[in-house]
């Protein structure tokens, strides 16, 4: 293997193509940022839309819902049309709405139909706890017990799942499949492309939780028949703290009825008739339920723009570059530091890394106070997320070797081995 020097980090940085888009970020001072995958960077495109979208209402008013150069009207429409490239979208089967458990809840209600002996949800034991307890909800709801209808695949190791395991257990009790396409912790990236193929060969509806994996992994929903899916915009799309979520409704199920029905899913131009009976959008509009939120959506916009010129291939490779190059620098400098590397090393990692040790949140600690911004996950876990429209390879570097430093001197010692309120 290569020995790596610093050098090499700032050679991989003059030859990176995405390297000018760093300057479009709000860089913190003094800091390495390392924790996009829990919350992306604020960009000076987003502030832009963000102060857009505050004037429109500053000098239009209620107008604003018609005019201007975004008019709130048709917002959720526009973005989704955005973000559609991002999952393998046509237009039409994506739109911006809700929050990422809200838009699941809309989903479920939608997706969710026990029939006869057909009643129970697959999950996965892996998943991020909100995921897990709207399933719960959605079956009480229905009125079955979830420690009897919530099937969880368990992991073989506590990191991964297996796709042969999930597959094994879309039994004909199986009424709706719902899975991450990026685990949580280990960033493993399931095959979705296999497990929904599996999944419409039995006949049971399949979505997937995209909130770790779109800005940073390659989806061809469409093609590859996913019936829905549902995500956040705050990670790697860099939409700020409670920017709005988004959905996918494959076009085959245009004009189903939503479960949860609401006045902004009606069809644009009969919305306004006020009639009692609901007449929905005939395409993913129509799982909208309220007023999009305007000011919460205004920084995607900007943010999203940075995507359709680089492309999310070019995003990917990058990604994939980067957590390879992290990688490679800790076996390089970290084996005696007693980490366990707990993602994938090969093309099946997502966009972070975790890196496994029993005094994990007090390193985390000892990181921030050294300027670098990682992401405890309890009980052992640290996620490094070099991000590739604002992260470079000297970042990388020089992570590593603070983390090498910390380890050496032993200066986590000092913290005490328990998260903060808010890991």
């Known amino acids: 293997m290569t020995h790596h020097t610093l050098s090499n980090a700032q050679e991989r940085d003059r030859q990176d193509k995405l390297a000018s888009y760093r300057d479009e970020f709000y860089i913190p001072t003094n ?25 429109s209402w500053k000098t239009l008013g209620i107008d604003g819902w018609t005019e201007g150069e975004h008019p709130w009207f048709y917002l959720s429409e526009q973005v989704g049309e955005k973000m559609a490239p991002l999952v393998g979208g046509k237009k039409g089967e994506v739109i911006a709405t809700g929050s990422t458990t809200t838009n ?46 919530l099937i969880r695949i368990k992991s073989p190791d506590g990191r991964y799942l297996s796709e042969d395991d999930i597959i094994e257990a879309m039994t004909d009790d199986v009424a709706l499949i719902v899975l991450p396409a990026v685990l949580y912790r280990s960033g493993q990236v399931l095959n979705m492309e296999k497990l929904t193929k599996a999944a419409n060969e039995r006949n049971i509806p399949i979505g997937f939780d995209l909130c770790h994996s779109i800005g940073s992994v390659e989806h061809s929903l469409h093609d590859w028949g996913t019936d829905f899916a ?21 076009e085959k199920h245009f004009g189903k009825t939503p479960g949860l029905a609401g006045w902004f899913g009606s069809k644009k131009e009969s919305q306004f008739d006020m009639d009692h009976t609901m007449d929905p959008a005939s395409d993913a509009g129509a799982y909208q339920i309220g007023t999009p939120h305007v000011l919460s959506l205004a920084p995607v916009i900007g943010s999203l723009d940075m995507f359709e010129e680089v492309g999310i291939s070019a995003i990917r490779e990058k990604s994939l570059e980067l957590t390879g190059f992290m990688l490679e620098l800790i076996e390089q400098e970290l084996t005696e530091s007693a980490f366990t590397i707990g993602n994938p090393v090969d093309g099946t990692r997502g966009g972070h890394l975790l890196l496994e040790h029993e005094e994990a949140a007090r390193i985390c600690k000892a990181l921030k106070e050294d300027g670098i911004i990682p992401d405890f996950r309890a ?38 081995n328990k998260r903060g309120v808010v890991a």
């Open 230 to 250: 549902f995500w956040c915009t705050y990670k790697h799309l860099n939409g700020g703290p409670g920017s709005v979520g988004g959905l996918f409704v494959h």
């Open 31 to 55: 800091t390495i940022y390392m924790d996009g995958n829990s919350l992306g960077l604020l960009s000076k495109r987003a502030e832009r839309t963000l102060l857009d979208l505050l004037e």
């Open 379 to 416: 009980p052992n876990g640290i996620r490094l997320a070099p991000v590739a429209l604002y992260n470079t390879f000297e970042d990388v570097w020089h992570t590593v070797q603070k983390l090498k430093v910390i380890m050496d001197e032993k200066r986590y010692e000092k913290f005490e």
């Open 104 to 149: 699941l809840h809309q989903l479920v209600s939608t997706f969710y139909k026990p029939d006869g002996n057909k009643t129970k949800i697959l999950a996965d034991e892996l998943n991020f706890p909100s995921d897990i307890y709207a399933l719960k909800s959605q079956l009480r709801l229905k009125g079955y017990d979830p420690d009897t209808h």
